[in-house]
Structure formats: structure tokens, C-alpha cells
């Protein structure tokens, strides 16, 4: 048996976008025989489920019934599904990304992981309100394995980004580590200090495992020489050497990379 992710597609688009233009079934295939992910099922499903005489808008129909009565039971009888919400998790891409977060966030008992991609997370809404749930963290925690949030660095939605760094620190994140992938990396410790460091030139061959091997990196880092500074260039040297190998980068590729950033 498998467990389950259930992937949105972005507004104007459909579900075949995470196949001929996201490549989801070659990433995963690759992955799958790297050993970076377990087999699972993939489910993706067209976002517009119109109600009758409803006129077309951003967050269109009701496309959480579809997906909790029609289309989870349906997957559940015909495929070999794992199951429990510790096998089914939700993510989207922008339209999908809200959709994901307001269905997984209103169905905990149904999902244990949510990804938001590229969109946003409205906390509150006519028909909800989450507020008091994130600013709870052992609560949020004790409702959900994984929050995954990610934006391109060059989306207007960075600077907000950023801007929530402040936020997460006032609810209790001590150091916020931000990958801008080739723009380099940035760091608000908990003194508010803000720490940038630009990217090493290479090629780009796998980005998969780059964004752990540079946390991987910065706690060694720290660990080390107590200096944020020194950690977050550790960080970025772990980070890049990893994406500029075909798998996890070695001790020798991020030494010879240290020694360009000196």
C-alpha cells in the first residue's frame, strides 16, 4: 500500500500542468530510484468544481467536497492506498496552494502534511479563522507533521516573506535561515541581525537534497565556531556543492568550495 499526495494546479491552468510542464512523474521516478522518496500515489485532480449559476472567480465552486467525498473515497477503493491521515497529504501551486491550505488546515483528521507552493495562506477567511491556532505552536504542531511553505526569491511575495520572519521569531523561532537559491542566502538570528551571503559560481546539476545539506550545514557550522557568520557560509558551501553534484556533495567538494568564498 501507498500513501497519498494530492496535488492542485495553479489558477488558468489544469491537472495536466503537473504533467507535461512540471514534469511530477520524471522527478518522482527519479527520486524514487535515488532513494529520496518512498513510492507513492500521486493524485491530481482539475480545481473547478463550479457550483450551478456560480460565476467564475479565484476561488471558484466547491472543490473541497469534490475532493473529501468524491474523490478521496473513490482513490481509496480502487488503488492500494495506505491508510490513516498519516499516509495523505495535500499541496498546491498558487490557486492550488490556497485550496491545499484551506482544505488541509479545515480536514487534520483526514491530512498530517500541507504544502504551499508558489501562493499564499490566508489565515482567515468568512469561513474560517486559524489565527489563534498559529499563533498556538505546540498546538499546530501536535495537528500537523509538516507546514511547507516556499515563493521563487524573485516573487513579489519575497518581501512578505521576509517580512513574516519577524513574526515567526515573535511566536518563538529563535534563528530564521532563508535559501534564495542562486541569489544566495540570508539569515535573521534571534538578535535580529540580518546575515546575507551570495552563491558560489557552478553549475546546477540536482537542487533535491541542497536545501537539507545547507541547514545540515549551518547547525555544523555553528556547532563549530559559534558565529553565525561562519555557519551560514558553511551552510551555503554545503548547500551548493550538493547542487552542483548528481547527489549529496562530499567533504572535498566543500572545501574546494570554502576556499572560493574566503
Known amino acids: 500500500s501507498y500513501p497519498v499526495l494530492y496535488l492542485q494546479h495553479g489558477v488558468g491552468e489544469n491537472e495536466t500542468g503537473w504533467i507535461w510542464q512540471g514534469k511530477a512523474n520524471l522527478i518522482l521516478d ?13 493524485v491530481m485532480n482539475a480545481g473547478y468544481a463550479f457550483l450551478p449559476d456560480e460565476d467564475p472567480t479565484f476561488f471558484p465552486g466547491d472543490y473541497e467536497t469534490e475532493l473529501i467525498h468524491g474523490c478521496i473515497p473513490f482513490i481509496e477503493q480502487k488503488y492500494r492506498v495506505a ?3 498519516k499516509n495523505r497529504a495535500i499541496a498546491g501551486l498558487s490557486l492550488g496552494s490556497v485550496q491545499s491550505f484551506a482544505i488541509g488546515m479545515g480536514h487534520r483528521d483526514l491530512f498530517s502534511r500541507i504544502g504551499v507552493f508558489s501562493g499564499g495562506f490566508p489565515i482567515s477567511r468568512p469561513e474560517y479563522d486559524y489565527t489563534a491556532l498559529l499563533q498556538n505552536p505546540e498546538e ?11 515563493n521563487g526569491d524573485q516573487e513579489p511575495m519575497c518581501t512578505s516573506a521576509l517580512a513574516s520572519i519577524h513574526s515567526l521569531q515573535e511566536k ?8 534564495m537559491a542562486g541569489n544566495g542566502a540570508l539569515l535573521v538570528d534571534e538578535h535580529g541581525e540580518v546575515h546575507r551571503i551570495g552563491c558560489p559560481k557552478g553549475k546546477v546539476v540536482n537542487s533535491v537534497g541542497a536545501g537539507d545539506s545547507m541547514v545540515a550545514g549551518f547547525v555544523a557550522g555553528y556547532l563549530q565556531s559559534g558565529s553565525y557568520e561562519q555557519a551560514l557560509r558553511l551552510g551555503t558551501a554545503c548547500g551548493s556543492a550538493t547542487a552542483f553534484s548528481l547527489g549529496l556533495a562530499t567533504k572535498a567538494d566543500i572545501d574546494k568550495l570554502l576556499k572560493t568564498m574566503e
Open 30 to 42: 527519479n527520486l524514487i530510484a535515488e532513494n529520496k522518496c518512498r513510492p507513492i500515489l500521486l
Open 83 to 85: 491508510a490513516g491521515r
Open 140 to 150: 499546530l504542531n501536535a495537528s500537523l507533521d509538516l507546514l511547507f511553505f516556499s
Open 172 to 179: 518563538g523561532a529563535r534563528n530564521v535561515l532563508v535559501s
